[in-house]
């Protein structure tokens, strides 16, 4: 068997490469040690992840990937597909044993607006369906579907049998049937082999390619140095249910707080709820790994709102359970071998807060088709996609660490947001001047990088006068009105759409 790509990872994102690349006449084979259904975490679409899927939809004319770039289309053409509105991030400060309360507001919340109207508004994946679904389109348009197998080898051949020059001979077995090579070899039904031109890791944080190539290790390099726990969850009250009507904060939002990547706010970390539309809620709690990962009943009990919220909730997948991490984050260089590459989210996983790996992945997505199905050098452009990735890679683990570091105190955790949603923002922006950005997140400007770096160097110490500095040399790439003291914290403006 020979072709063209090989994808490792049926995911979202290596679903849609391999569709992509089907589409255009490539020969695929699509390799997962799962099969769908399997529960996913990833799940808060952004504005970029949002425009980059409909910019491949159109592209690539798969019209389903449109369709899924925006609420309103995605109820119209597969409400089947369980999915939560998203018109933006809503932060909300607890303090332990207190009933959340503003004496101003926006003293302790925060509401930045990613969409204008609902219909129009990003979403939250329920990963299992929609993972499934993109893999099943991909198998519709030929790619070659061997879910529920591994790789258990890869050698490079210089020519292989077909005459080819540098391609890989690729051995898979059946998932769970590998066994050690001292004992008895898998029974020929579960072994098969195939010679590639290509192959693609889009196995998310597992990065299978470093297993079978000397890749270079980067994650010591990375400030931040996050643990989680997460699930999802029936029977979740929405925040605008437990909050006292008198104190409501969602008096004069943009949008309700429950449409919204939720960000709850404690001590030590940060809890995300994202409502999807089928009465089930992705929760989970991410601290710094010197933090102990406290369980859902201790929050409960410690932060009477949280409490109110999750009081009556149970469990509902994954079916193990509440899935615990260790250190969350790892870097690897994502340039395996001539023609053998990881997309960003199998080369860098980093951290929930800013919800950036989809966005993140749909971008490797899109680079990647191009250099497949178009470039002249790939070498030269492998290259590139490399640097592109490392620039990228370093400036947002700068944008989360600096957050982190500013959890405790809400005004500077609100700067340190300001920053990341500039850099998103312009980002954004970009796109919708029909433009590609050579990286993600503005992180290709080396004027607004400086600027980063230097918010980063005061933001620790800083208070209202530091804060109008920030601010005013935040101006250039202030469109959107962040940081002004007269909104509340309300930030109306979108992009997108
Ligand atoms: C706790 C947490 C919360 C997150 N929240 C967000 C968020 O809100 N927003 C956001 O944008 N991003 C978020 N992310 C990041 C997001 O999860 C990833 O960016 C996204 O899932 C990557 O998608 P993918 O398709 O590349 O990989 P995955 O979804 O990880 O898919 C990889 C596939 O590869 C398969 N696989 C793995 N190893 C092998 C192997 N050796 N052989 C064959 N197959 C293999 C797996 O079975 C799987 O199907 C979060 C990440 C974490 C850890």
Known sequence: MRVDVTVIGSGFAGSILAWILAARGRSVLLVDRAKHPRFAIGESSTPIADTILKRLGETYRLKPLEDLSCWGTWQDSNPQLPCGRKRGFSYLIHDSGQRFQETAFGEKSLLVAASPTDFRSDTHWHRST???????????????????????DISRCEIDSYGNRESYKIRCAAAGKVRSRTQEEP??????????????????????LSKFFPVQDRTHQLKTRTHAWFGHFGGVKPWVEVVDASRRVDFENPFSVDDAAQHHLLSDGWMWMLRFNHGVTSVGYTAPVDSPLVGLDVLARRYPMIGDMVGSAECVAPDSGIVQTKRLQRWLEPVAASRCVMLPTASLTLDPLHSTGIAHALAGVERLATLILDAKDHRVELARYSQVLMNEARFLDRLVNLAYRNLARFDRFTVACMVYF????RCEETYQAGMTPSHLWNAGDEAFCEFVHWVDSVLDQADGVMFERIRDRMERWNNAGLMDPDVGNRFAYTATK
Do not use: C, H, N
Not at 133 to 150: C, H, I, N, P
Not at 187 to 208: K, N, P, Q, R, Y
Not at 422 to 425: Q, W
């Open 130 to 152: 929609l993972d499934e679904f993109l893999w099943s389109q991909a198998v519709k348009a030929g790619v070659m579907d061997r879910t529920g197998y591994e790789i258990i």
């Open 187 to 208: 029974s020929f039904e579960d072994v098969f082999e195939v010679e590639t031109d290509w192959i693609i890791d889009a196995s998310g944080s597992s990065g299978s």
């Open 422 to 425: 500039a850099a998103a923002i």
